[in-house]
């Protein structure tokens, strides 16, 4: 089935809404953990270079605060998750698409499938609860105090 025919179809919306908001959910993950791994990075090689500004700076004040924002922003990463989840919405996404691909060039599974589109519906729900479930698990498992 063209996709330009099934556009009016609920099942391709639902699959193109999908494919969309697991690439843009995706891409603002990766930049956030790429963008405090970059600042983390920084903070931490401007730490050594603080005692040669001996004569103009609080060296003990300066490094200190630096530490104090490398672990604010570790723990940030931490708690919020943002390498998994990257991971994680990247995979789902390309899983998504290559449903896609495989249902509109009616290759196997689809193909000699008697209703292609229910196993389509099917098959795409069942990609999006299992994300949800190893979301709900990876929030469950960071949320348990430590013993």
Known sequence: MPLEMAESDVIIER???????YD?????????????????????????????FKD?????????????????????????QYQQNWITYRSTCEALKHEKYLFLGNAPPYAGNADPRAMLAERVESLVSQEHAKWATTQSQSAKPKS
């Open 24 to 52: 843009r959910k995706g891409s603002a993950n990766q930049r956030t953990f790429k963008s405090i791994k970059t600042i983390e990075i920084i903070f931490a090689a401007l730490i050594p270079f603080v005692p040669v």
């Open 15 to 21: 699959l193109e809404d999908q494919i969309r908001w």
């Open 56 to 80: 103009y700076l609080p060296v003990a004040w300066v490094t200190g605060t630096l530490g104090v924002l490398i672990t604010v922003l570790e723990g940030l990463l931490h708690l919020h």
